[in-house]
């Protein structure tokens, strides 16, 4: 089974910044990690931000533009946010999201458990 291993969340004060990693583990033959989802309490998962398949464009949330970039190390098969100037509204669970990209599984995903951003005011 595939796993998502994420870290560098926790507790930042407003304006700090912080790095979040995720990595797929065991094979990593069929899968791609591709991006970051966030929720917050009583809020709808939402795309942080997302590498485009092949050398494509980026997508960003309009929230995080300026101050967050999403970047990927194609050998580890390991996807990293570097998030700056934070603000409170950042404060979510943060999901690390793959795709399946071989067969059975092409264009299946697969999701993190979630790793939590505090962001004090």
């Known amino acids: 089974q595939v796993q998502l291993v994420e870290s560098g969340g926790g507790l930042v004060q407003a304006g700090g910044s912080l790095r979040l990693s995720c990595a797929a583990s065991?094979?990593?033959?069929?899968?791609?990690?591709v991006g970051w989802y966030r929720q917050a309490p009583g809020s709808q998962r939402e795309l942080v931000a997302v590498?485009?398949?092949?050398?494509?464009?980026?997508n960003y949330a309009d929230s995080v533009k300026g101050r967050f970039t999403i970047s990927r190390d194609n050998a580890k098969n390991t996807v990293y946010l570097e998030m700056n100037s934070l603000k409170p509204e950042d404060t979510a669970v943060y999901y690390c999201?793959?795709?399946?990209?071989?067969?059975?599984?092409?264009?299946?995903?697969?999701w993190g458990k979630g790793i939590r951003v505090t962001v004090s005011s």
């Open positions: 999201k793959a795709t399946g990209s071989t067969l059975p599984t092409l264009g299946m995903n697969y």
């Open positions: 590498l485009g398949s092949s050398g494509g464009s980026t």
């Open positions: 065991g094979s990593m033959s069929g899968v791609n990690v």
